[in-house]
């Protein structure tokens, strides 16, 4: 699905120079790289504080205590994503409660979000899926209206741009209360481990975030927050310092192998390629199509067959997951995501292709879907 190795290649003598000078500088915790990608990521978000942390499950749940969002409280978040975000809720004994999402985005439906506030609303998590920034307009006007907190799950989005309706551009994760992200070695900004971040341009909440990262401590050994320990190494955050200047680049490359990959496609009515809202560009964390009128299920093995990653994300709705199932859920409320999970099909999508890859995957899925 990735090429990380031929990506690391291209960059090995900068990457190996920075691993080396963490190694020979010992300051393995908390060392000068860190304090670097954090201004470094300030400056490319344009936002005011980037706390970095261990992961980007960490991040959403460090977010949501920052809030002091408790026990009982409701967060509305989206049934089609990576299940960490209702995970963190669910953790917290918060109260998840799980949304229908849009066909053609994959994000969250903002008619099944209004329909979901109650009076223990709490905060909302959009998740920016597959690269692409939900609905940012409506999402901060409900949010406004019924005076909840937005957390938006930027994993998979990092460097998206959102031009809002009165042509204000901001970055994915920069818009809500808190943004979170993943630097998971396949996200679109990857380290070469775990390691994470929260946005915001809260002072006082920046200031809280950075103790409960730390146990709670803005003193030393005085813990005035029930805190995590959750850092970013020094040596991922050297990894980071070389990569975050390519970002953009890595961006473009993705969405040049998605253009090629529409073009592939247009002229086959059993495969939808992916919409483009007119909010947001599109960074392609995944490139993901619908697969109409053809057996998905025996598409994705040919492929896997013929030498081809592919994957199926994701494959069970997560108010059908055993451990976030319940019976508030009705099955009338969630019509998009249990028809998405029978079509989508995620194709390989990094930063190195070249044409001939592309070739070989785009024919192989034409000669199924085109087969008598
Ligand atoms: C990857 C991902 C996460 C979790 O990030 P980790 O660094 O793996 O903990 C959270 N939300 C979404 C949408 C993701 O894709």
């Not at 669910?90 to 849009?102: G, I, R, S």
């Amino acid at each position: 699905m990735v090429d990380l190795q031929s990506q690391y290649q291209k960059i090995k003598p900068e990457i190996d120079v920075a691993i080396q000078e963490v190694l020979e500088s010992s300051a393995y915790i908390n060392g000068p790289s860190v304090k670097a990608f954090q201004t470094n990521l300030e400056k490319y978000l344009g936002v005011k504080h980037v706390i970095p942390c261990a992961n980007g499950t960490d991040a959403l749940q460090i977010a949501m205590m920052g809030l002091g969002l408790e026990q009982g409280d409701e967060v509305i978040t989206a049934d089609f994503t990576f299940a960490a975000t209702v995970e963190v809720i669910a953790l917290l004994k918060l109260t998840p409660v799980l949304v229908d999402v849009e066909a053609a985005t994959f994000n969250m439906d903002i008619d099944a979000l209004k329909k979901a506030i109650t009076p223990k609303t709490k905060a909302i998590v959009p998740v920016h899926l597959f690269g692409q920034c939900a609905n940012m307009d409506a999402v901060l006007e409900v949010a406004k209206a019924h005076n909840l907190y937005v957390i938006e799950d930027t994993a998979q989005a990092i460097g998206a741009d959102y031009t809002f309706a009165d042509g204000t551009v901001k970055k994915a994760g920069t818009m809500g209360d808190v943004g979170t992200t993943s630097f998971f070695p396949s996200k679109n900004l990857g380290c070469y481990g775990d390691g994470g971040a929260i946005f915001t341009n809260d002072d006082a909440l920046a200031h809280k975030l950075v103790g409960i990262v730390n146990h709670g401590m803005y003193t030393r050994y005085y813990h005035d927050e029930v805190g995590v320990n959750s850092r970013l190494d020094s040596i991922q955050a050297a990894i980071l310092n070389v990569k975050l200047p390519n970002l953009d680049a890595y961006c473009d490359a993705r969405y040049k192998a998605a253009m090629y990959y529409n073009e592939a496609f247009k002229d086959y009515k059993n495969i939808e390629t992916p919409v483009i809202s007119d909010f947001s560009t599109h960074v392609f964390h995944q490139y993901t199509l619908k697969i109409h009128n053809v057996d998905r299920n025996a598409l994705h093995q040919y492929l896997l067959d013929q030498g081809i990653p592919c994957a199926i994300y994701y494959p069970v709705p997560l108010h059908l997951q055993k451990a976030y199932a319940d019976e508030r859920y009705s099955e009338a409320d969630f019509k998009v995501t249990n028809q998405l999970i029978n079509q989508v099909l995620s194709l390989p999508m990094h930063t190195e292709f070249d044409e001939e890859q592309l070739a070989f995957i785009t024919n192989k899925i034409i000669e199924f879907v085109t087969k008598k």
